[in-house]
């Protein structure tokens, strides 16, 4: 079976930006006990998530609230792929300071350590606001907390079933 890290990323106190954190705590109420599953609460701490992958991961899945231009509340499952690139400089800042880092900063520089997992998927909701020093997520966000629970649950599960690192 592959050695799969869920993620959650995501501030806490910024509103719906703490959606990934959420779904994390969530998932740690089922999957706790897993042995081929770690849960790693990221925060906005993007290079603990780095220092983690170190520990060796066949599949990283990253929950986040992701800007998709979609309604607030909607769950996207995408790969590294589909999110931007992040140029040289921009991923210099990125290790300066990784406080701030998303889910495509955090892949680059773990691909540049030579430490990202080779499938990477990111469990996205559309946030409808992002605020600083608010606690909790929007309604329509929170809403969408079960949904992601579950597409996080649909992927180890066909990741299990399929016993190899490729869906």
């Given at each position: 079976?592959?050695?799969?890290?869920?993620?959650?990323?995501?501030?806490?106190?910024?509103?719906?930006?703490?959606?990934?954190?959420r779904v994390v705590e969530e998932l740690?109420?089922?999957?706790?006990?897993?042995?081929?599953?770690?849960?790693?609460?990221?925060?906005?701490?993007g290079i603990g998530l780095v220092q983690?992958?170190?520990?060796?991961?066949?599949?990283?899945?990253?929950?986040?609230?992701?800007?998709?231009?979609?309604?607030?509340?909607?769950?996207?499952?995408?790969?590294?792929?589909?999110?931007?690139?992040?140029?040289?400089?921009?991923l210099h800042r990125s290790m300066v300071?990784?406080?701030?880092?998303?889910?495509?900063?955090?892949?680059?520089?773990?691909?540049?350590?030579?430490?990202?997992?080779?499938?990477?998927?990111?469990?996205?909701?559309?946030?409808?606001?992002?605020?600083?020093?608010?606690?909790?997520?929007?309604?329509?966000?929170?809403?969408?907390?079960?949904?992601?629970?579950?597409?996080?649950?649909?992927?180890?599960?066909?990741?299990?079933?399929?016993?190899?690192?490729?869906?």
């Open positions: 079976m592959p050695k799969i890290l869920v993620a959650g990323m995501g501030n806490v106190l910024r509103g719906d930006d703490g959606f990934g954190v740690s109420k089922s999957i706790s006990h897993a042995d081929d599953v770690d849960l790693y609460e990221a925060g906005i701490g983690e992958l170190m520990n060796g991961y066949d599949v990283l899945i990253v929950v986040d609230a992701v800007e998709r231009h979609a309604e607030p509340g909607t769950v996207f499952v995408l790969t590294p792929e589909d999110q931007p690139e992040v140029d040289d400089l921009e300071d990784m406080h701030y880092a998303d889910p495509a900063k955090v892949l680059q520089l773990a691909r540049a350590l030579n430490v990202c997992p080779p499938l990477v998927f990111i469990v996205g909701c559309q946030p409808e606001y992002l605020e600083d020093a608010v606690e909790g997520l929007r309604p329509p966000v929170e809403r969408a907390v079960p949904q992601a629970v579950e597409q996080v649950r649909l992927l180890i599960d066909e990741l299990r079933s399929t016993d190899r690192t490729s869906i």
